[in-house]
């Protein structure tokens, strides 16, 4: 019998990310991810649902959601579910949860301010520096055709 876990979220974070890392030092994120659904009623009135997911990311993809995401952000995630079941300590009884075991992650929307190295700089510094057609050099006009050892590709 053929099978086929996998699932698509486009949502937005309900919590700043938590990471964290394994004994091995694997990196382990869990995020939770609102994803809302707009419907009408036969009545014609509008109503939203909103559904709660909790996902978990390993390895690189986590460190990249850990630094760049934040609660409210909207998130693209492909993924597969993993339920887990485990017995509760205080009551004994079996316990379980269906997640989604993030593979692939797209961040979405613009970027917030105060990230990237483009926030390093004040506007009037960017102003103020030319750019970067007027700072390069005119071509030399009598130039040999021979490549420079800069330009050598090796």
């Not at 009408?40 to 996902?55: A, C, F, I, W």
């Not at 609660?71 to 339920?83: A, C, D, S, T």
């Not at 006009?141 to 420079?148: L, M, R, V, Y």
């Amino acid at each position: 019998m053929a099978s086929f876990n996998k699932v698509i979220l486009l949502g937005n974070l309900t919590r700043d990310p938590e990471v964290r890392y394994t004994p091995k030092g694997s990196a382990v994120c869990d995020l939770g991810l609102a994803v809302n659904r707009q419907y009408t009623l036969d009545s014609g009135e509008k109503r939203e649902e909103v559904t709660y997911v909790d996902v978990v990311l390993w390895a690189r993809l986590a460190e990249i959601a850990g630094e760049y995401l934040k609660k409210g952000r909207p998130v693209f995630i492909e993924g597969r579910l993993q339920l887990d079941t485990w017995d509760d300590k205080q009551s004994g009884q079996k316990r379980s949860k269906l997640r989604v075991i993030g593979e692939t992650m797209q961040l979405l929307g613009s970027r917030p301010p105060g990230t990237g190295a483009a926030s390093e700089s004040s506007e009037q510094d960017r102003q103020s520096r030319p750019s970067a057609k007027s700072a390069a050099p005119p071509p030399k006009s009598g130039a040999p055709a021979e490549p420079d050892d800069d330009e050598i590709p090796f």
